[in-house]
């Protein structure tokens, strides 16, 4: 008995000094991580703005599937936010920017505040990401931290399998992809509700995700039934001034009237005659579809017909699969037939070419 209470004793005072120990550890944290990745640095920049691609990659709640993620109508920019619930909860918000340079955060994690800096410089071999992160632990966390090689080891892992899954998914995701050409297509009409923008090319993908949020929360907010998956028209392409003009949509069974003064306006889609094309991967892959397409257009004699404008049709999107690998998207450029010489034979009708039969499209 005597040697069970020495032991005893010694266990408290073990745990004691454990406990002061530990309290006695500096709280606060001040820890930065690096990685090269092979890809430009606007596109890991978009990437990592838009918080709803931080399923894939941020290592807090990459690694839970019990957790549940929240969105608001915008996940991008300066004020933007996201939050989850399940094992942990929390919430990140982007308080500043610079871009394509830096991005600044703030997170709470169960209650523990902290920050975020990402830093994005080019470099050999691709863009240098940096993440840098401070905060201050509470007891619990110090504990943990204490028990699991300190806090530099533990942030510092965090912060390494950030950037190690940041790594993984533009190197693998953005960059395996397909292009199918599918030969003629009729596109079919339909009514539709849009909104249209003019941007710099660089900045197109990152305001179709912005617009097309919006877009839907309109929807919803309206209780307006999709009738078919989102789609965008390419209005308007400066090359010369680099502007593009376009107007993201979402088609409807039936024409909508909109009230005078708002960014949300009605439309019709009428059918036309196409070359259409599939991409299978991230969207920044649909400009090498639009080459592939104009090489099979001048390859089979045929020619764009401008009075109709080119779309985009996403099929398969983020809202469906976080995997940017298995997004798809298809392409419609119009077209119609070259007129040929009188003195050659006398065109053949559309139908009648030596290429894929043409197909019916259902509405997007």
């Given at each position: 008995?005597?040697?069970?209470?020495?032991?005893f004793?010694?266990?408290?005072?073990?745990?004691?000094?454990?406990?002061?120990?530990?309290?006695?550890?500096?709280?606060?944290?001040?820890?930065?991580?690096?990685e090269?990745?092979k890809?430009?640095?606007?596109?890991?920049?978009?990437?990592?703005?838009?918080?709803?691609?931080?399923?894939?990659?941020y290592?807090?709640?990459?690694?839970?599937?019990?957790?549940?993620?929240?969105?608001?109508?915008?996940?991008?920019?300066i004020?933007?936010?996201?939050?989850?619930?399940?094992?942990?909860?929390?919430?990140?918000?982007?308080?500043?920017?610079?871009?394509?340079?830096?991005?600044?955060?703030?997170?709470?994690?169960?209650?523990?505040?902290?920050t975020?800096?990402?830093?994005?410089?080019?470099?050999?071999?691709?863009?240098?990401?940096?993440?840098?992160?401070?905060?201050?632990?509470?007891?619990?966390?110090k504990?943990?931290?204490?028990?699991?090689?300190?806090?530099?080891?533990?942030?510092?892992?965090?912060?390494?399998?950030?950037?190690?899954?940041?790594?993984?998914?533009?190197?693998?995701e953005?960059?395996?992809?397909?292009?199918?050409?599918?030969?003629?297509?009729?596109?079919?009409?339909?009514?539709?509700?849009?909104?249209?923008?003019?941007?710099?090319?660089?900045?197109?993908?990152?305001?179709?995700?912005?617009?097309?949020?919006?877009?839907?929360?309109?929807f919803?907010?309206?209780?307006?039934?999709?009738?078919?998956?989102?789609?965008?028209?390419?209005?308007?392409?400066?090359k010369?001034?680099?502007?593009?003009?376009?107007?993201?949509?979402?088609?409807?069974?039936?024409?909508?009237?909109?009230s005078?003064?708002?960014?949300?306006?009605?439309?019709?889609?009428?059918?036309?005659?196409?070359?259409?094309?599939?991409?299978?991967?991230?969207?920044?892959?649909?400009?090498?579809?639009?080459?592939?397409?104009?090489?099979?257009?001048?390859?089979?004699?045929?020619?764009?017909?401008?009075?109709?404008?080119?779309?985009?049709?996403?099929?398969?999107s983020?809202?469906?699969?976080?995997?940017?690998?298995?997004w798809?998207?298809?392409v419609?450029?119009?077209?119609?037939?070259?007129?040929?010489?009188?003195?050659?034979?006398?065109?053949?009708?559309?139908?009648?070419?030596?290429?894929?039969?043409?197909?019916?499209?259902?509405?997007?």
């Open positions: 008995m005597r040697i069970l209470k020495y032991l004793l010694i266990l408290i005072l073990l745990f004691v000094g454990a406990s002061v120990f530990v309290t006695t550890q500096k709280a606060d944290y001040n820890v930065e991580r690096s090269i990745i890809s430009q640095k606007s596109t890991i920049f978009n990437f990592v703005s838009d918080f709803r691609n931080w399923e894939t990659f290592s807090s709640v990459a690694s839970d599937e019990s957790h549940n993620f929240k969105y608001p109508e915008t996940t991008t920019g004020g933007s936010t996201f939050s989850w619930t399940g094992s942990t909860s929390g919430s990140v918000k982007t308080i500043s920017l610079k871009e394509s340079e830096s991005i600044f955060q703030k997170i709470n994690t169960d209650g523990t505040l902290s975020l800096t990402w830093r994005f410089k080019d470099t050999i071999g691709g863009t240098k990401v940096t993440l840098l992160t401070k905060g201050v632990l509470d007891f619990k966390s504990v943990l931290a204490f028990f699991n090689g300190g806090i530099t080891k533990v942030v510092g892992d965090d912060c390494e399998k950030s950037l190690l899954n940041l790594n993984k998914t533009l190197v693998y953005i960059n395996n992809y397909s292009i199918k050409i599918n030969g003629l297509a009729n596109k079919s009409g339909c009514f539709y509700l849009k909104q249209t923008l003019l941007c710099r090319e660089k900045s197109v993908l990152k305001n179709i995700k912005i617009v097309m949020q919006r877009l839907k929360g309109f919803a907010k309206n209780n307006i039934v999709m009738n078919g998956k989102p789609f965008v028209i390419y209005d308007r392409y400066d010369i001034n680099d502007l593009i003009k376009l107007s993201v949509c979402i088609s409807v069974r039936d024409s909508i009237f909109i005078q003064g708002s960014d949300i306006q009605s439309g019709k889609l009428s059918n036309f005659n196409s070359v259409k094309a599939t991409v299978i991967g991230d969207y920044s892959h649909c400009q090498k579809a639009w080459k592939n397409i104009d090489n099979f257009i001048n390859k089979n004699n045929l020619e764009q017909d401008k009075s109709h404008k080119i779309i985009e049709v996403y099929v398969k983020s809202d469906e699969t976080k995997n940017p690998s298995k798809i998207t298809e419609y450029v119009p077209i119609y037939t070259k007129p040929t010489a009188k003195k050659q034979t006398a065109k053949k009708p559309l139908d009648s070419i030596s290429i894929p039969t043409p197909v019916n499209v259902d509405n997007p």
